[in-house]
């Protein structure tokens, strides 16, 4: 395991005890992880520059004594982020159920930065025990998008959704219409392969989608 405060640069804090607290924290991971985090926090700030610098994370947690992932020091609890322009994405606000659509596809474009990344990524669609927080986490990879997990099945469920109206019910349950649309925002975002299989494809669909999600622009 490894202690930090920041990622790449960027501090990381704490609020569930003390909400806006910007006191630095200790955290534990391991350094693969870790190291993963930099390239996901890279890729972030690349994606969102218009916004301006990330500004600081709040994580509800990363090594954690249980058992799974938290306890094996591979994954994080991402609870906020904040730009340097003021701009913000809360999943600890529950950003993902914001009657605006500007919120729903920011908090999207968080939530398809760390898929790009990460296999496992659990967010507000997922349960409701995830409703306030995203968790990203090292089970299973490389990163790809499995039709048979409840949590990318959601996920791709809530993108259509939100990027090109399919009014999909966010079920989990990939049926025809879940496909059509998938293949829609596919079409229409340019990607070609089979981002079931190649995690390339997915992880280029991830950028592609959270490119869209932080500029407000529907597929």
């Given at each position: 395991m490894i202690s930090f405060?920041?990622?790449?640069?960027?501090?990381?804090?704490?609020?569930?005890?003390?909400?806006?607290?910007?006191?630095?924290?200790?955290?534990?991971?391991?350094?693969?992880?870790?190291?993963?985090?930099?390239?996901?926090?890279?890729?972030?700030?690349?994606q969102s520059e218009a916004y301006g610098s990330v500004s600081y994370l709040v994580s509800a947690g990363f090594y954690v004594n249980k058992a799974g992932q938290h306890g094996a020091g591979t994954a994080m609890d991402l609870d906020h982020v904040r730009w340097s322009n003021g701009t913000t994405s809360?999943?600890?606000?529950?950003?993902?159920?914001?009657?605006?659509?500007?919120?729903?596809?920011?908090?999207?474009?968080?939530?398809?930065?760390?898929?790009?990344?990460?296999?496992?990524?659990?967010?507000?669609?997922?349960?409701?025990?995830?409703?306030?927080?995203?968790?990203?986490?090292?089970?299973?990879?490389?990163?790809?998008?499995?039709?048979?997990?409840?949590?990318d099945c959601k996920f791709v469920q809530a993108m259509c959704n939100n990027f090109i109206g399919s009014n999909l019910v966010v079920d989990g349950d990939w049926g025809p219409l879940t496909q059509s649309a998938f293949d829609t925002a596919k079409s229409r975002l340019g990607v070609t392969g089979d981002p079931h299989t190649t995690s390339s494809v997915w992880m280029s669909m991830m950028w592609a989608v959270a490119t869209h999600g932080f500029a407000n622009q529907a597929f």
């Amino acid at each position: 395991m490894i202690s930090f405060s920041n990622i790449d640069g960027t501090p990381v804090y704490y609020w569930r005890s003390n909400r806006g607290n910007t006191t630095p924290r200790t955290w534990n991971c391991t350094q693969s992880f870790y190291d993963r985090l930099v390239v996901w926090i890279r890729d972030l700030r690349s994606q969102s520059e218009a916004y301006g610098s990330v500004s600081y994370l709040v994580s509800a947690g990363f090594y954690v004594n249980k058992a799974g992932q938290h306890g094996a020091g591979t994954a994080m609890d991402l609870d906020h982020v904040r730009w340097s322009n003021g701009t913000t994405s809360s999943p600890l606000d529950q950003a993902h159920a914001s009657g605006t659509q500007s919120i729903r596809r920011r908090y999207l474009a968080v939530d398809a930065s760390c898929r790009r990344r990460f296999r496992y990524v659990l967010d507000g669609w997922y349960n409701s025990a995830h409703a306030d927080h995203i968790h990203a986490d090292f089970g299973d990879l490389p990163p790809r998008c499995v039709k048979a997990a409840s949590s990318d099945c959601k996920f791709v469920q809530a993108m259509c959704n939100n990027f090109i109206g399919s009014n999909l019910v966010v079920d989990g349950d990939w049926g025809p219409l879940t496909q059509s649309a998938f293949d829609t925002a596919k079409s229409r975002l340019g990607v070609t392969g089979d981002p079931h299989t190649t995690s390339s494809v997915w992880m280029s669909m991830m950028w592609a989608v959270a490119t869209h999600g932080f500029a407000n622009q529907a597929f």
